[in-house]
């Protein structure tokens, strides 16, 4: 498979750390923005001001507990099964100098990290959701 560069844009800015790192685990831009657009869980990032998003890389087909019903990916908690999970890390800053930023659609995404973390990672620390809400990622 050959690995594609991403390229910088108005609204999307990779690192090199960023990119060794899809090409290291085999991820795409596009897997890595689908993650940033529709995270499963957010949390704050390691480093100051950072966002650091997950999505899980495939879910498990778990039977239901229920005679004759269909399969389905859930258990019996409700909750989906998988075995290993896609990160990314982000800041946010404003397009400009001038631009203050509030929402994050006027702001660029400077994408710092991405990594595959085999297994199910434990939750640390959420952001609450009025902050998600203003966000609005």
Known sequence: M???T???TKKYEWTRHAVYKMRQYGLTAQR????IKNPQRTEAGI???TIAVM????TRL???STR???ASMRTKDGKRVWSSEIWAMFQTKP???NQRPKILGLQKIRIISAWRFPGVSPKRDPIPADILRELKI
């Not at 890595?32 to 993650?35: E, G």
């Open 2 to 4: 050959q690995f594609k």
């Open 55 to 58: 999505q899980p890389a495939s």
């Open 68 to 70: 004759g019903g269909p």
């Open 47 to 49: 480093v100051k001001n």
């Open 95 to 97: 397009k400009s100098k």
């Open 62 to 64: 778990v039977r239901s």
């Open 32 to 35: 890595i923005l689908r993650v």
């Open 6 to 8: 991403p390229k910088n």
